[in-house]
């Protein structure tokens, strides 16, 4: 490919294709069709590059979907062709603390989304449109990664190597999207093994220098900055980026006085509905400062409680003060010998079914966690450099926000299907051209043997017009298998 070339590279890969290939051919027709300049994206590529950083950055988007595990692997693959070279640029691009990976990952998601708009109509009057915070366990296994550390699992109940991966997420009422994360660790209270690891760990641990204002410094930053806090200041910026939502959705964890209260500043009609905490934090209810458990103690005896048919479960609410903020509580168990579950919630007007149904929107988040983990490597990059960890997590957000578009205009049932639809796809493909290369070889042999120059006759062929089309469809029907 020509260096100076730019976003044509997915319609040269795309060539390859036939609409009766469904689902990799809708996913680059999709990919194609955003808004892709360097400027745009702040990708702007060094005067003596040979490559543009934004084919770089489409190829690797491009990897999982020919079957291409990494940089490494990329010159056996059949997307080497798009241009030739070795890992190292790929290598240069993930490691370049001066690309601003948040800036790309939400340019290129909010167009995702645009792209939905008319699909968004016709389930408007079902589910509002959702954003969700929640965190998952990034395992590692090198120990001299910058930044590594132990991190406590609640999957495994045991302190595990990993980062703690803080995910922000928003859902339309149909599809989920990636929005933005951070990387975290936990100093934990040993202060003679922070992070749970010795000092000589920590001292062998890679690290390098970066620009304080560089968007590499300000991702490190992040890391030793609290996960309510950074939260908070993801939601502002998905905010400032133009994403709007009826309700903010977390779990208990996340579930505090300071996220109450920022929703609650806000003038454009959103609401947080999260799990809260049967604990020690106390609401004003009837005039006394009471918890959870004491609250739902009153209900009982006031005879408030309630049944769903709908939903099988028992229930409750009240309205209450919480440090000035007033809010609802629902209160809820699968039986009567159940213990209580609450939901918090800054809509005063909302019922308790639509509380639950909308809550259980927060489920997709960890369906985003499970098929990227599976299917895009979510967490599986072991490179030592954390800014290669921030690429390669931003790399497999856009992956998934690419598929969740695609699936909206195809009739795959779930997105593993369809991703291991495009893999089948792209093997064919592989196979189709390993065949036409060897036809091109044996044309090449044939000119030699006949004393005529490859180029000569290529052109000969080319310029017979009933010959040439023999030899494209014969490269149809390969493909076509």
């Not at 003038?267 to 458990?293: E, I």
């Not at 149904?357 to 967490?379: D, M, N, T």
């Not at 030699?448 to 052109?459: A, N, P």
Request: glycine share 6%; hydrophobic share 35%; net charge positive.
């Amino acid at each position: 490919m020509l260096p100076n070339k730019s976003t044509t590279i997915v319609s040269e890969v795309k060539d390859f294709f036939t609409s009766s290939e469904k689902a990799i051919y809708t996913v680059l027709t999709i990919l194609s069709s955003l808004t892709l300049s360097e400027k745009h994206l702040g990708l702007a590529s060094k005067c003596n590059n040979k490559h543009k950083n934004i084919n770089k950055l489409l190829l690797v988007v491009m990897f999982p979907f020919f079957e291409v595990k990494d940089a490494w692997n990329y010159g056996q693959s059949s997307l080497y062709p798009a241009f030739r070279c070795g890992k190292d640029v790929f290598y240069r691009l993930l490691n370049d603390y001066n690309i601003p990976w948040r800036k790309i990952s939400y340019k290129l998601t909010m167009q995702l989304i645009g792209k939905t708009t008319d699909k968004n109509k016709e389930s408007s009057g079902e589910l509002p449109s959702c954003l969700i915070v929640d965190d998952t366990d990034l395992p590692k296994t090198g120990r001299r990664m910058e930044l590594i550390g132990k991190v406590f699992s609640h999957v495994t109940q045991k302190s595990v190597l990993a980062f703690k991966g803080l995910f922000l997420g928003y859902h339309d009422g149909k599809s989920f999207f990636a929005m933005d994360f951070s990387l975290h660790g936990e100093e934990g209270k040993n202060k003679k093994k922070p992070y749970g690891l010795s000092t000589k760990q920590m001292k062998a641990r890679y690290s390098k220098r970066r620009d304080k204002s560089s968007p590499g410094s300000i991702r490190k930053q992040e890391y030793f900055t609290t996960k309510i806090d950074n939260m908070i200041e993801m939601v502002r910026t998905a905010i400032g980026q133009g994403l709007r939502f009826d309700y903010m959705l977390v779990d208990s964890w996340f579930t505090c006085y300071a996220l109450v209260k920022f929703v609650s500043s806000r003038r454009f009609g959103c609401h947080l509905l999260g799990m809260a905490k049967m604990g020690k934090t106390r609401y004003l209810f009837n005039g006394k400062k009471l918890t959870s458990k004491e609250i739902i103690d009153c209900l009982r005896k006031q005879k408030k409680l309630k049944r769903s048919k709908q939903l099988k479960c028992y229930y409750s609410d009240a309205l209450v003060d919480f440090n000035g903020i007033q809010v609802k509580l629902f209160f809820c168990k699968t039986s009567r010998k159940g213990k209580w579950n609450v939901l918090l919630t800054t809509n005063q007007e909302l019922g308790f079914e639509q509380a639950y149904k909308i809550y259980a929107i927060r489920w997709s988040i960890e369906v985003f966690f499970k098929e990227s983990k599976q299917y895009l490597g979510l967490g599986k990059c072991q490179s030592q450099d954390f800014d290669a960890q921030i690429a390669s997590t931003t790399i497999c957000m856009l992956q998934y926000n690419l598929l969740s578009v695609a699936k909206r205009f195809t009739d795959y049932e779930s997105l593993g299907e369809m991703f291991r639809s495009t893999n089948a796809e792209t093997i064919q493909l592989t196979l189709a051209e390993r065949l036409w290369q060897l036809i091109v070889d044996v044309l090449a042999d044939l000119a030699e043997l006949i004393e005529i120059d490859t180029d000569l006759l290529m052109e000969k062929l080319i310029s017979d017009n009933q010959r040439i089309t023999k030899l494209t469809n014969y490269k149809a029907l390969l493909q076509a298998g």
